[in-house]
């Protein structure tokens, strides 16, 4: 499986600005998605970042809120904006670790943990 | 969409005993099941899949098995040991336009007592 990782590991902001995570992969991959783990809680897909298309967010989550860029195959990054304290959580990317042949196979990120105050 | 329901929420057990959490699931369009496992303050890791044309998986002390017609798929976990201690997710995938996006269950939370 790919090498996932993610920085920062962990941040404390204040409410009302913004913070942007990034996801590095060792090898190219055609899909990355985004998760948010909500304290104690299971894990919510936030969007899918395939590389050049936009971002395709589920719902509850959108694009304002929660910008993703994708600019090249090893690369993503999310941004939680004008975060408040609800938006404390651990944010995950994953992937497949493939380009050529993509599965459902999932692998995941260290993950960032958010505190907002 | 899919939702996936997860059962117990939290599971003890005495080392040695066996484990077993339940899923289902709502989309009968689903047709790949992994199970992550997680540690506090780690990451899910995948500890093993089942896909809907097989019926039941092995890889050591763990199975899972899948029951298509009553959209249900089960962990069971032999020999337990305080290793094995930890939160478990299931989690259901559609293929087609879903290919990859994963809809987790609520949790499981093992403790294994020595």
């Known amino acids: 499986s790919a090498v996932i990782s993610q920085k920062p590991s962990r941040d404390i902001c204040q409410r009302g600005t913004s913070l942007t995570i990034q996801c590095q992969v060792d090898s190219q991959v055609t899909m990355m998605f985004w998760y948010r783990q909500q304290p104690g809680q299971s894990l919510t897909l936030i969007a899918t970042a395939n590389q050049g298309s936009e971002a395709t967010y589920e719902s509850g989550f959108v694009i304002d809120k929660f910008p993703i860029s994708r600019p090249n195959l090893t690369f993503s990054t999310l941004t939680v904006s004008n975060m408040s304290p609800e938006d404390s959580s651990i944010y995950l990317c994953?992937?497949?670790?493939?380009?050529?042949?993509?599965?459902?196979?999932?692998?995941f990120g260290p993950g960032t943990r958010l505190t907002v105050l | 969409g899919e939702n996936v329901e997860q059962h117990p929420s939290t599971l003890s057990v005495q080392e040695g005993d066996s484990a077993v959490i339940k899923c289902t699931y709502s989309d009968s369009a689903s047709n790949y099941f992994p199970w992550y496992k997680q540690e506090l303050g780690k990451r899910p890791q995948l500890i093993i899949d089942i896909r809907s044309n097989v019926g039941e998986k092995k890889d050591q002390r763990i199975a899972v098995t899948l029951n298509k017609t009553a959209k249900h798929f089960s962990l069971h976990i032999t020999e337990t040991q305080p290793e094995d201690s930890a939160v478990y997710f299931c989690a259901a995938s559609a293929g087609g336009t879903s290919y990859g996006k994963l809809t987790f269950g609520q949790g499981t939370i093992l403790t294994v007592h020595p």
């Open positions: 994953s992937t497949d670790g493939q380009a050529s042949f993509p599965t459902d196979t999932q692998y």
